[in-house]
Structures are given as C-alpha cells and as structure tokens.
Antibody
C-alpha cells in the first residue's frame, strides 16, 4: 500500500520561505507525475503544482506561479515544494499525491502538512 | 480562468439518492474524478474517468457524464457517506488541474 510521509510545515511570517517534503513508501515515485494540492482552513481543494517523472516538466497554479518550485529526488523517493515569498493566503494544509497512477487522477493522498503564514 | 461549478450543499435522508453535479466547459474533452473528504481526513478518490468506481468503494457510488456536466450519484445514502465531495478535472490543454468548489453532503 502506498503511503507518504510529509514534513516541513510550520508557522512563518509573510515574505518568508518554507520547504515541504514528501517521502513515499510502497510506491516508486519515479514512475509517476507527482502533485501538490492545498486546502485553506474551511475551504476547498486547490491544485498547486505537478512535476513529470524526470523533473523536466512542471506546471503551476496561477496563485503560486513564480513563487513556488516543485522538485523531486527520485533516488530518495521524495518530492519537494519550495515556497518563497509566502503570503497569508498561502495558509493551508498541503497534500502530496501521485498524478496519473490512474490516468488523470490525483491519488492516493499523503496525510498533509500544515503551513501557517501569519504576522 | 477555468472553473468547475458544484452546488455548495446537498441534503438527503438515509436510503434516498443523492445527486451531486459538476459543470465545466472542458468536461466534454477531459475526464472527471470525484473525491470524498471526511472531516479531518485526506481526500479519497471514489470515481475516476467519469464513471469508473475505485476499488473498495461501495457499489452505491456511481458517476456519469453528459456534455458539460458530470454527476456523482449515491444510491441508498448511508450516514457514513456524510462528507464533502469534490470533482476534479483538467483544463483544455490537460496541463493544469482544477477542483470544483466542493459539495457538502448532509445525511438528515
């Protein structure tokens, strides 16, 4: 069974940076595109970014383009999200998940890690 | 920017049928996926590629598609089905993913 251990969340001030990690087990991440999805408190799901198996192609949501960078380390079965210039509205639970184990689907999901941006 | 539109809430009594819709202009060309999210938990995919049921999901869950609307149907709703449901698809290029705003299913 695929599982993901997420870490790196925490409380930061506006303008600061944070790096999230997602380590997979029971699944070889290098075989799949990977995604980050976030959920602000009491709100819906928002897709953040996708990265291709070899890291050569990345796509970002409009609200994070230019500030966030998705990357991966296939040798260590890991996915990352570097978040710079954080804003209060980036406060959310961030989930990692493969994209495309089933064509087009984001599944299964990690347990999520909380990022809080506050002054 | 592209949007998927869902009703904010649906309420049904146990044993009745719940219908949750999701509308978007690119849905005739892109598959849709449905996720169930219970309070405090990560989302769980229940339907993929419009109408395929994920392994382990009860048969009362089904999906369908017609034009710019996809529909999640729960036949014979049970109390345990109370959750938020989100549709997901892609824009016309297939490169950017999008979620609907979510529908809160209340079992009366």
């Amino acid at each position: 069974e695929a599982q993901f251990v997420q870490s790196g969340g925490g409380l930061v001030q506006p303008g600061e940076s944070l790096r999230l990690s997602c380590v997979g087990s029971g699944l070889t991440l290098s075989r799949y595109w990977m995604s980050w999805v976030r959920q602000a408190p009491g709100k819906g799901l928002e897709w953040v970014a996708n990265i291709k198996q070899d890291g050569s192609t990345r796509y970002y949501g409009e609200s994070v383009e230019g500030r966030f960078t998705i990357s991966r380390d296939n040798a260590n079965n890991s996915l990352f999200l570097q978040m710079d210039s954080l804003r209060i509205e980036d406060t959310a639970i961030y989930y990692c998940a493969p994209w495309g184990i089933i064509e087009g689907a984001i599944s299964p999901w990690g347990q999520g890690t909380l990022v809080a941006v506050s002054s | 920017s592209y949007e998927l539109t869902q009703p904010p809430s649906v309420s049904v009594s146990p044993g009745q049928t719940a219908t949750i819709t999701c509308s978007g202009d690119a849905l005739p060309k892109q598959y849709a996926y449905w996720y169930q999210q219970k309070s405090g938990q990560a989302p769980l995919m229940v339907i993929y590629k419009d109408s395929e049921r994920t392994s382990g999901i009860p048969e009362r869950f089904s999906g369908s598609s017609s034009g710019t609307t996809v529909t999640l149907t729960i036949t014979g709703v049970q109390a345990e089905d109370e959750a938020h449901y989100y549709c997901q698809s892609a824009d016309i290029t297939g490169t950017h993913q999008i979620f609907g705003g979510g529908t809160e299913l209340t079992v009366l």
